[in-house]
């Protein structure tokens, strides 16, 4: 890879490509986009685990809280052996922008550790877990950071940090962390919530370019927590899924996939490989193949300036972070293609992520209807907004959201003024 390219899809640099245009369009005091533009805080922890076998084994984990302007830091935590420190900020700040967008009092921060969770067994997972949470313990609380789920973590992983960090705190402690089982304090509607806001500002998108949704041929890569409920919801709602992946490889059927069959083949076989009634295919092909909308429901740097000129969809709707490079925007700009960026697109989560902060705070917890049309109102309301200020300013959507939201934070930072 060329080094031009290594740039391109460093998830950092793809941030601050689009933070700093949104910055300059603001023309934001240069001194607040210093403070904003790096995230205020960075921990490198060194975790030790016993594995099964009695050996000890040490695995590094991040923590990045990005900004607390406008709440306690919030953010997943990711466990992946590829993962870094760049990744780790770039997902930080994407929080704090995401929660200003949706406007939830919340500031960013993103964490995880470098492991293979496949090659561990649940015990050893569950250690890695308590020690990484223990190391990280000053830094958590329901009013400093609250954790939350990405990639390869679950709701039993969410379970086991919250009870460590009760165990250390003597008393029960369920604001810490979001994304927790139901009988936990866990929230209705939280597992879905991230595919659920993709369908809703998919309606959204549909409607500004009048389209119908049983014509809409959808193609999501990524069968996960976002994708798999995208996928289910939107097939329940009349969208005609034609094409989903995961890491292992992908299929297609131009004519629409029985998406509630598929659920039950691939949690009974792990693999989508084999479903009846569909040609294989992998993630890199779907990128490009011909659909209405492009669901990049797994992980970063599926449309660069290698594929970009190739996409086919009419809209973009990002359920992953970071799925397109700051190099890859003008030309879907150029191509016409409707972006609905990660930062509004992937919002639900977190929108239902702060409900849960709420209902455990309250002791009061919602039924599930509650929780799925305030996650209606929140963000066909963010999507309206997104939308009018890339009228008002002549931007991309992109650009748009990360104005959007950096005029937010800035105006709180000014309101609270710089302790210096
Ligand atoms: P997950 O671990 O549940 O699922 C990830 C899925 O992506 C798996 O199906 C995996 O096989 C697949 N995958 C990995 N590499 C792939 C590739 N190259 N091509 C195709 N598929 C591939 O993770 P998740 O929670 O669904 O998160 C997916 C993305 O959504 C991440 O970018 C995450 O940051 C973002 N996100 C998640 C949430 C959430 O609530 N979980 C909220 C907002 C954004």
């Not at 990049?296 to 300036?305: K, L």
């Amino acid at each position: 890879m060329t080094t031009a390219y290594l740039e391109e899809v460093n998830p950092w640099e793809a941030q601050v490509a689009r933070s700093d245009l949104a910055a300059r369009k603001l023309k934001l005091d240069e001194g607040l986009w210093k403070i904003l533009r790096q995230p205020s805080r960075e921990v490198i922890v060194h975790v030790p685990v016993q594995l099964d076998d009695g050996s000890l084994e040490t695995f590094t984990g991040f923590r990045v809280q990005h900004s607390i302007a406008r709440g306690p830091a919030k953010g997943g935590i990711r466990y992946s052996p590829n993962l870094t420190l760049d990744e780790t900020r770039a997902l930080a700040s994407w929080m704090t922008w995401k929660c200003a967008v949706v406007n939830i009092p919340f500031g960013g921060a993103a964490g995880g550790v470098i492991c293979d969770r496949d090659k561990m067994s649940k015990r050893e997972l569950e250690r890695l877990t308590r020690r990484y949470t223990a190391e990280l313990m000053e830094l958590l609380g329901p009013e400093k950071d609250v954790l939350g789920p990405d990639i390869n973590t679950d709701e039993q992983i969410m379970a086991w940090i919250m009870d460590t960090y009760s165990m250390h705190m003597r008393h029960t402690v369920t604001a810490v962390v979001t994304g927790k089982p139901l009988g936990l304090g866990g929230s209705h509607g939280r597992t879905e919530a991230t595919g659920r806001g993709l369908m809703i500002v998919c309606d959204e998108a549909l409607k500004r370019l009048s389209m119908n949704r049983d014509q809409t041929r959808v193609v999501i890569q990524g069968f996960g927590n976002v994708g798999s409920n995208a996928a289910h919801l939107m097939h329940q709602r009349g969208y005609k899924i034609v094409g989903v992946s995961t890491s292992s490889g992908g299929l297609y059927n131009k004519n629409g996939i029985d998406i509630d069959a598929l659920l039950i083949y691939h949690k009974r076989n792990n693999t989508l490989i084999g479903f009846r009634g569909t040609e294989e295919t992998d993630s890199a092909q779907l990128s490009v193949t011909n659909c209405d909308i492009l669901i990049p429901a797994a992980v970063e740097n599926q449309i660069t300036s290698r594929n970009a000129d190739r996409v086919r969809a009419k809209i973009l709707c990002e359920g992953a972070n970071g799925p397109t490079t700051a190099e890859a925007d003008d030309i879907l700009t150029n191509k016409g293609v409707f972006v609905v960026p990660d930062i509004l697109a992937n919002s639900g989560g977190v929108t239902v992520s702060y409900f849960e902060w709420v209902q455990d705070r309250q002791g009061y917890f919602w039924s599930e209807s509650v929780v799925n049309d305030q996650l209606d109102h929140t963000l066909r309301t963010s999507f309206a907004e997104v939308l009018r200020y890339a009228e008002t300013h002549g931007v991309s959507n992109r650009i748009a959201a990360y104005m959007l939201a950096i005029d937010r934070v800035a105006y709180t930072l000014r309101q609270r003024g710089i302790y210096a």
